[in-house]
Each structure stands twice: as C-alpha cells, then as structure tokens.
C-alpha cells in the first residue's frame, strides 16, 4: 500500500530573528502548516519535520544560538521524526529516504521555508528519486530576493529598494512555474485540509 508524507521544512525561529522577515510573504507560515500537520494526522499519514543547521557559522541556524528550534505552536508527536539537515534540499544530507523507505511512502507533501530554496530543491531531488510529489505554496514561505550582485551585508530598506529585487509574489510565481507538470503538482490547502482559508 502507498503512503504519503508531509515534509515539514525549516519552519524555525531562525527566520523570524533575520531582519528580512518583516517582508515575508506568510508570516503566518506556522499555522498554514499546521493545517497540513492535522490534516495528514487525520488521514493517517506520516509527518516529517525538518529543520536547517549550519554549524560553527555563529549565525541564526547555528545550533548554539538556540533558534533552531519549530516556530512556536509547531509541535511534534512522538511518533513523528525530526531531523537536522546541512544542505538546501532534505535528503543529501540526512536518513529521510531511508526513513521513507522503512515507512512505504511514495507520495511526498512538501510545505516550509523558504519557497525556491529548501522547498523548491527537496522537490526536485524528490521526483528525481520517483516519488509523486505535491507542493502546497500557500504553505511556503518567502521573501524578497535580492539580485545575486548586491551586497551580502545589503539592509532590507537597500534590497526593497533595489529595481532587480524580486517580490515574493515573483519568487512563488516562478517557483511553481519550474515545478508543475515536471517536478509536482501545485496543490492549495483547501484542497489538502477541506477547510477553507480564514480570510
């Protein structure tokens, strides 16, 4: 029998501390995903959380800084597996396809931070690996991204202010454009949950 698994990605507190977030496209992230959370418990699926560390960098995703942790109301069962990864995408760099083998899944629900990095590359490698995969971008998150010239100390007021930046709105746009019909089916959460989005 196939089994679907809802992948958590990087929704920690080590976004939120960055001055960018302020300009984040769904700073409801937390709660949109937990949507998805109680929705895949409810049918039975499995849950994976994942969260992003780097090391020895002294950064917001430096373990030692104490944010790498699940934004506040996130919270695992028991049962479900969290696991620590280095690298953009889920797999390279953790157990989560053995994970996923040991479980039977074949279907892949991808949700998480930031939409065209950890989230867009983890669908990719997924489908290359041949699972289905179902990227849900109404529970991603994003935000502006700068042009690949400007300064890595640039302010926020600097990069919104920059003509070459691109929206979030942009970022998700093309996102789903790389994705759909090669790497994903572009799913919304209604569609996943049943519940329509407050508004």
């Given at each position: 029998m196939s089994r679907t698994a809802?992948?958590?990605?990087?929704?920690q507190e080590s976004f939120r501390i960055r001055p960018n977030w302020q300009a984040v496209n769904h700073p409801d992230i937390a709660e949109r995903v937990d949507r998805l959370v109680r929705a895949a418990r409810d049918k039975g699926d499995l849950v994976i959380w994942v969260l992003h560390t780097e090391p020895g960098t002294g950064g917001a995703f430096d373990?030692?800084?104490?944010?790498?942790?699940?934004?506040?109301?996130l919270e695992p069962l028991p049962s479900e597996p969290?696991?620590?990864k280095t690298s953009h995408n889920a797999f390279t760099t953790t157990n989560?396809?053995?994970?996923?083998?040991?479980?039977?899944?074949?279907?892949?629900v991808i949700s998480g931070i930031r939409t065209e990095q950890c989230c867009e590359t983890t669908t990719r490698v997924a489908s290359d690996f041949g699972y289905d995969v179902v990227f849900v971008t109404e529970a991603t998150a994003t935000t502006p991204?700068?042009?690949?010239?400007?300064?890595?100390?640039?302010?926020?007021?600097?990069?919104?202010?920059?003509?070459?930046?691109?929206?979030?709105?942009?970022?998700?746009?093309?996102?789903?454009?790389?994705?759909?019909?090669?790497f994903a089916t572009i799913r919304t959460l209604d569609e996943l949950t049943g519940v329509p989005v407050p508004s």
């Open positions: 809802l992948i958590v990605i990087d929704v373990p030692v800084n104490g944010q790498v942790r699940l934004i506040e109301g969290v696991i620590t989560l396809q053995q994970l996923l083998t040991q479980h039977g899944v074949t279907e892949l991204l700068p042009h690949w010239t400007m300064p890595a100390d640039a302010t926020l007021e600097e990069i919104l202010a920059d003509p070459r930046t691109l929206s979030p709105e942009v970022v998700t746009e093309r996102t789903e454009y790389a994705l759909a019909g090669r």
